[in-house]
């Protein structure tokens, strides 16, 4: 019997747990020598914005050119008296630079060291090292514009909340509870976090991965669930439920506009969506509904069609990501009129944002 097959497949196995070992490791030996010498590479630079009681973590990667929807997004921040520590994970040219001190209390220039979660960490240890820390501490990056309009009330819905951590979106889809998290883009944390040991802790020891993949699977998808043990409630304007329900509402044609929609989506990601869609000549049929609620693709809030995400849940932020999903998003936000409440600023940049060479690029597989 050839037993070869089973050898290499062992032999993959255990490769495979090497490299996960090893990215956590590596994480933890990057980080300590970022702390060692960031003296040299991190430059911390004065604003004339106000400090308030509550503060917010902007974290940036916007390294040709700073966009008008960040200035908005800024002012309204600013507006809500919400005081601004921008975490920009590179350089800033000098001219960016004074346009932005007038908006910030304060800016960090880092090396993009960590991804988001590196940039998260030192603006984050950087409040907390404050003699007195923030009320309310939001953390944000600038993957998706947000808000998009100036009567957006997540802040105060935020603020409102007696939990300890509160987020937009809690992805508990998962059969993995493990895996249940908060999506990143959007965290309050309140002063009974900001003021903990343990919240300093968790981000002084956190490890500085620079692989996208492993920053989502070992942080954003693990640091809900690290609060959580140690004893912090979280709150969230929406989760799987949120959607389930919203699509419970639509019609029958309102359903078929949503699956031709995921059809091209998982067309995108080479799934079969036959498997899916099993059995449905027709799109009134009863059972596609049923199939519909039962697939875990649905799930995800943030590249959901906008019926979904806009018109029935009033989604506060529209992403920035040029994956054909996304632009596949964002050809049905603009062709289904739902660009019309959006602030205009943001409108022109999403209008603009997939240009024809982008589509080219990025052309669907066949």
């Given amino acids: 019997m050839n037993s ?10 255990i490769g495979w747990q090497l490299l996960n070992i090893g990215g956590p490791v590596l994480g933890l030996l990057r980080r300590m020598h970022y702390d060692a010498t960031s003296h040299s590479s ?21 390294p040709n050119h700073i966009l008008k929807s960040l200035l908005f997004q800024l002012d309204f921040l600013n507006s809500k008296k919400i ?30 060291i960590g991804y988001d979660f590196g940039g998260y960490r030192d603006g984050i240890l950087f409040l907390l090292s404050e003699p ?14 947000f808000p998009l309009s100036r009567d957006c009330d997540v802040l105060e819905r935020a603020r409102a909340s007696d ?3 509160y987020g937009i979106f809690y992805n508990d889809k998962s059969k993995r509870n493990s895996h249940h998290h908060l999506q990143s883009y959007f965290y309050r944390f309140n002063h009974t976090v900001v003021s903990s040991k343990k919240f300093r802790a968790l981000w002084k020891n956190m490890p500085l991965l620079n692989k996208k993949q492993d920053v989502i699977i070992k942080l954003e998808k693990k640091i809900t669930g690290k609060l959580k043990a140690r004893g912090f409630t979280i709150d969230y304007t ?27 989506y998982l067309t995108y990601l080479n799934i079969n969506y ?46 920035k990501s040029r994956d054909l999903n996304y632009v596949i998003q964002r050809k049905e936000i603009i062709d289904g009129g739902y660009l019309d409440r959006v602030e205009p600023v943001i409108r022109r940049e999403i209008l603009q944002w997939d240009d024809d060479d982008t589509r080219i690029r990025r052309k669907a597989p066949a």
């Avoid at 007195?132 to 514009?145: A, G, Y």
């Fill in 238 to 264: 929406h989760s799987s439920k949120s959607i389930e329900e919203a699509i419970t509402r639509l019609n029958d044609w309102e359903l078929s506009e949503i699956c031709e929609f995921y059809k091209s």
């Fill in 4 to 13: 070869r097959p089973k050898i290499l497949r062992e032999i993959k196995r």
């Fill in 83 to 112: 005081g601004i520590l921008l975490v920009c994970n590179h350089e800033l040219k000098a001219e960016y630079r004074e346009e932005l001190r007038g908006r910030c209390w304060k800016i960090i220039e880092r090396p993009n």
């Fill in 132 to 145: 007195q820390p923030p009320r309310n501490l939001f953390v944000l990056n600038d993957s998706i514009w």
């Fill in 42 to 62: 991190m430059h911390v630079t004065d604003g004339f914005g106000e400090k308030h009681e509550d503060m917010a973590v902007v974290l940036i990667y916007q």
């Fill in 274 to 319: 036959n498997s899916i869609f099993k059995n449905t000549d027709s799109f009134k049929q009863s059972d596609l509904r049923k199939n519909i609620l039962g697939s875990r693709f649905i799930y995800y809030f943030i590249d959901s069609h906008p019926l979904i995400f806009i018109r029935e849940l009033s989604s506060p932020f529209i992403k």
């Fill in 163 to 165: 939990a300890d951590v």
